[in-house]
């Protein structure tokens, strides 16, 4: 098992720029969401990717937008970035039956806008 | 919707005294139940779940029920170590909710020596 390996670690963007956040999800995952957790909060669903497709998708604005490969990594892109999305992001991947595995987190990316 | 609320930190706890950190949630399916744990400035680590009612999960000495009747999933530990000291996330994921993870707010544990 490789675990699931998101970059960068840290990153700091100005206000109106774009942004793009990669994940690698663990080896015979094809499941993949992405979370936002800002501080002091817990993590809030964004999106889920399932064989390449969005599947689902939370209280986000367009500008926040997906895309998983073939390989099953994929990234987080964010237009437009507002003072407001700096958090934590947190990729997640899961075996077919997420119910049953649970969900496996990287370590995340810390985003700061100013 | 579904949503799940945990009891409020923070809680401070000297070595080796009883932990109970008290989650309850609301669901109209039948939900899987996790607990994660999140050290300082690192991801989220699944510590249990549960996938029906009256199922235990238990690992690394922390065990929670899942209670239907009472809509509850309480972490507890019998002796905590300093090494435990984090924040713990309850979180439930079910099919009609497209399996999506919902977490509670957290509940941050400080363990003293």
């Known amino acids: 098992e490789t675990g699931v390996t998101q970059s960068p670690t840290h990153l700091i963007k100005t206000r109106g720029q774009q942004v793009t956040l990669r994940c690698s999800s663990q080896s015979g995952h094809n499941t993949v969401s992405w979370y936002q957790q800002a501080l002091g909060q817990g993590p809030q669903f964004i999106f889920q990717y399932y064989r390449e497709e969005e599947n689902g998708r939370g209280n986000f604005p367009p500008r926040f937008s997906g895309l998983q490969f073939p390989n099953y990594s994929s990234e987080l892109n964010v237009n437009a970035l507002e003072l407001d999305d700096s958090a934590l992001y947190l990729c997640a991947s899961s075996f077919p039956g997420v119910l049953d595995y649970g969900y496996t987190f990287g370590s995340g990316t810390r985003l700061t806008v100013v | 919707g579904d949503s799940v609320t945990q009891m409020e930190g923070p809680v401070t706890l000297s070595e080796e005294a009883f932990l109970t950190i008290n989650c309850t949630y609301t669901a109209t399916g039948y939900p899987s139940l996790f607990w994660y744990v999140q050290y300082p400035g690192e991801g989220l680590q699944l510590l249990l779940k549960a996938t029906k009612a009256d199922d235990k999960g238990s690992n690394k000495g922390f065990e929670a029920t899942y209670r239907k009747e009472t809509t509850s999933f309480h972490l507890e530990k019998g002796s905590v170590q300093v090494s435990d000291s984090a924040v713990y996330f309850c979180?439930?994921?079910?099919?009609?909710?497209?399996?999506?993870?919902?977490f509670g707010q957290g509940t941050e544990l400080s363990v003293k020596p």
């Open positions: 979180a439930l994921a079910s099919y009609n909710q497209g399996g999506k993870l919902i």
